[in-house]
């Protein structure tokens, strides 16, 4: 069994497409592996004291915000509940 010219070709073209995506592919996951691994890393060597303030203001301001949403919806839930009229019953 012989092959074909363009077969041939086919492969020499397919060949190092496919070892030139899978090489990037692999460089890919070890970059966004090291990346993973030094930020957690990064995230580990906090000295916490500057980090509990900040996350403690962020959490006030998310209560604060929680809370006023909270409060303007139930307004206009109660301003649309008491806009619509009792239901009638229909007379016969």
């Given at each position: 069994m012989t092959t074909s010219p363009s077969r041939s070709a086919v492969g020499e073209l397919v060949l190092p497409?496919?070892?030139?995506?899978?090489g990037a592919g692999s460089r890919l996951v070890a970059r966004v592996a090291?990346?993973?691994r030094r930020t957690?890393?990064?995230?580990?060597?906090?000295d916490g004291l500057d980090?509990?303030?900040?996350k403690m203001i962020w959490?006030?301001?998310?209560?604060?915000v929680a809370v006023a949403a909270t409060t303007?919806?139930?307004?206009?839930?109660?301003s649309a509940k008491d806009a619509v009229p009792d239901p009638v019953?229909?007379?016969?």
């Open positions: 497409l496919s070892v030139n995506v899978h090291a990346h993973l957690w890393l990064e995230r580990a060597d906090e980090e509990a303030v900040t959490l006030a301001v998310g209560i604060t303007f919806f139930i307004t206009v839930f109660n019953a229909p007379t016969p």
